[in-house]
């Protein structure tokens, strides 16, 4: 099938910064949807961007718009997820998942058929 592997998460103070990559393999990505969701404690797991399988759209979550910008390297089998000006309330888990479709359709966790194990974001304030 398909593996995504999640990297670069850590501890930041508020104001910093973080690169969080994405690297699948299998038959995974270059005709997929990719999407950066996070999970806070007590929280659902909640959509952060997405982009489509050939990087002409994408989109952001209100809460990160500005501040955040998603990226992909389809010759690396790699998405990336820049986050600048970080925020304690941007702690979370964040996942990586992929969405057979190409074309951003949907936000919502359940469309996305595989997913990374999930990396842990901590700012503190």
């Known amino acids: 099938q398909g593996q995504l592997v999640e990297s670069g998460g850590g501890l930041v103070q508020a104001g910093g910064s973080l690169r969080l990559s994405c690297a699948a393999s299998g038959r995974i990505f270059s005709s997929y949807a990719m999407g950066w969701f996070r999970r806070a404690p007590g929280k659902e797991r909640e959509i952060v961007a997405a982009i489509s399988a050939s990087g002409d759209s994408i989109y952001f979550s209100d809460s990160v718009k500005g501040r955040f910008t998603i990226s992909r390297d389809n010759a690396k089998n790699t998405v990336y997820l820049q986050m600048n000006s970080l925020k304690p309330e941007d702690t979370a888990v964040y996942y990586c998942?992929?969405?057979?479709?190409?074309?951003?359709?949907?936000?919502?966790?359940?469309?996305?058929?595989?997913w990374g194990q999930g990396t842990q974001v901590t700012v503190s304030s």
């Open positions: 998942a992929a969405d057979s479709r190409p074309l951003l359709v949907t936000f919502r966790p359940l469309d996305y058929d595989y």
